[in-house]
Nanobody
Framework: QVQLVESGGGSVQSGGSLRLSCAIS????????IGWFRQAPGKEREGVAV???????RYADSVKGRFTISQDNVTSTRYLQMVSLETEDTAMYYC????????????????????WGQGTQVTVSS
């Protein structure tokens, strides 16, 4: 079992910044993918940034250049730094973990991830 706890969400104005945190504990897969996802009301869950243990990172086109993944190697906390936030970024943000399939890059498809946090809300106003 893997436990993930997100924090750092909040309300900001357009153009503002936030940093989300994902504290991870438990028995992580040896070869894993970790992803940041978001879901706005009435929309499907979207993978915004995914990465593996080798720090191969994939970003959604909508966030490239604005969102950046980082990690604290001591605490195993993963971060999603978000700058130049737009109203379209308003959503519940989730951290998730799953196995990396051999020979494949981490997927941005939510169904590939087995463990999820409870989410943290990000609201961007104009």
């Amino acid at each position: 079992q893997v436990q993930l706890v997100e924090s750092g969400g909040g309300s900001v104005q357009s153009g503002g910044s936030l940093r989300l945190s994902c504290a991870i504990s438990g028995d992580m897969y040896t070869d894993y993918c970790i992803g940041w996802f978001r879901q706005a009301p009435g929309k499907e869950r979207e993978g915004v940034a995914v990465f593996d243990r080798w720090r191969n990172i994939r970003y959604a086109d909508s966030v490239k250049g604005r969102f950046t993944i980082s990690q604290d190697n001591v605490t195993s906390t993963r971060y999603l730094q978000m700058v130049s936030l737009e109203t379209e970024d308003t959503a519940m943000y989730y951290c998730a973990a799953g196995p990396r399939l051999a020979g494949l890059s981490c997927s941005r498809a939510a169904e590939r991830y087995n463990f999820w946090g409870q989410g943290t809300q990000v609201t961007v106003s104009s």
